[in-house]
Nanobody, 130 residues
Framework: QLQASGGGLVQPGGSLRLSCVASTDAEIPLDYYAIGWFRKAPGKEREGVSCISVSDGSTYYADSVKGRFPVSGDIAKNTVYLQMNNLKPSDTGIYYC???WGHGSNCPKPWDRLSWYDDWGQGTQVTVSS
């Protein structure tokens, strides 16, 4: 099970850090799978934001967030972070994290295909507004 948190209301140009915690019940280390971040903006389809393979540190980003939203993982805490900087109103939406098991610990290709992902956490709302 995954749980995303850290959302909130922030002004344009501000920052937030989202966390995605993998449940320890399964006792499967975070580096055994990939974690994707997705978002659902009002009136739009859910879209990929980023994917990380914690085992080797490889990352993928949507063009719209590249350079602003670095993703990282902490195996000891079974947590993946999405640091969101220089936020824009267009970043508003519900953010979800999801795990992907079918490609070892690597992000799938294409990494932003929703159907690859097996388990989805509850989302966290991010609102960017002045």
């Amino acid at each position: 099970q995954l749980q995303a948190s850290g959302g909130g209301l922030v002004q344009p140009g501000g920052s937030l850090r989202l966390s995605c915690v993998a449940s320890t019940d399964a006792e499967i280390p975070l580096d055994y799978y990939a974690i994707g971040w997705f978002r659902k903006a009002p009136g739009k389809e859910r879209e990929g934001v980023s994917c990380i393979s914690v085992s080797d540190g490889s990352t993928y980003y949507a063009d719209s967030v590249k350079g602003r939203f670095p993703v990282s993982g902490d195996i000891a805490k079974n947590t993946v972070y999405l640091q969101m900087n220089n936020l824009k109103p267009s970043d508003t939406g519900i953010y979800y994290c999801a795990s992907e098991w079918g490609h070892g610990s690597n992000c799938p290709k294409p990494w932003d295909r929703l159907s690859w992902y097996d388990d989805w956490g509850q989302g966290t709302q991010v609102t960017v507004s002045s």
